[in-house]
C-alpha cells in the first residue's frame, strides 16, 4: 500500500512563495509519474503539475507556467511544488497523487493514489 502526506501549505501574501512536499511511503516511487492537482472553493479539481520518473519531463497547467516548478528527489521519496509569485486565484486544497500503472499527466483519472491535500490560502 501506497501513502501520500503533503505538507507546506498556508497562508501567505500575494507575490509570496510556497513550497509544497509530498512524502511517499512505498518502494515504487522511483518508477512512479507524480503530479499535483488543486481544488478551489465551489471549484472541480484541476490539474497544476506533473513529472515523469522515466526522464523527469514536466508538465504545467498554462495559468502557473513560470510560476509553479515541480522536482522529485527519488532519495527521499518526495515530490515538490515551489510556488512563487503566488496569487489570491492559486488559493485552493492542493494534493499530490501516484500514477504506477499509467502515465498519467494531466490526467485525474489515471492516478493510482492521491493525498490527503493541504490548503494554500494566498491573501492579504
Known amino acids: 500500500q501506497v501513502h501520500l502526506v503533503e505538507s507546506g501549505g498556508g497562508l501567505v501574501l500575494p507575490g509570496g512563495s510556497l513550497r509544497l512536499s509530498c512524502a511517499a511511503s512505498?518502494?515504487?516511487?522511483?518508477?512512479?509519474?507524480m503530479g499535483w492537482f488543486r481544488r478551489a472553493p465551489g471549484k472541480e479539481r484541476e490539474f497544476v503539475a506533473a513529472?515523469?520518473?522515466?526522464?523527469?519531463?514536466?508538465y504545467y497547467t498554462d495559468s502557473v507556467k513560470g510560476r509553479f516548478t515541480i522536482s522529485r528527489d527519488n532519495a527521499k521519496n518526495t515530490v515538490y511544488l515551489q510556488m512563487n509569485s503566488l496569487k489570491p486565484e492559486d488559493t485552493a486544497v492542493y494534493y499530490c497523487?501516484?500514477?504506477?500503472?499509467?502515465?498519467?499527466?494531466?490526467?485525474?483519472?489515471?492516478?493510482?493514489?492521491w493525498g490527503q491535500g493541504t490548503q494554500v490560502t494566498v491573501s492579504s
Open positions: 512505498g518502494r515504487t516511487f522511483s518508477r512512479a509519474n
Open positions: 513529472i515523469r520518473w522515466s526522464d523527469s519531463s514536466t
Open positions: 497523487a501516484m500514477a504506477i500503472t499509467k502515465v498519467a499527466d494531466t490526467n485525474a483519472y489515471e492516478y493510482d493514489y
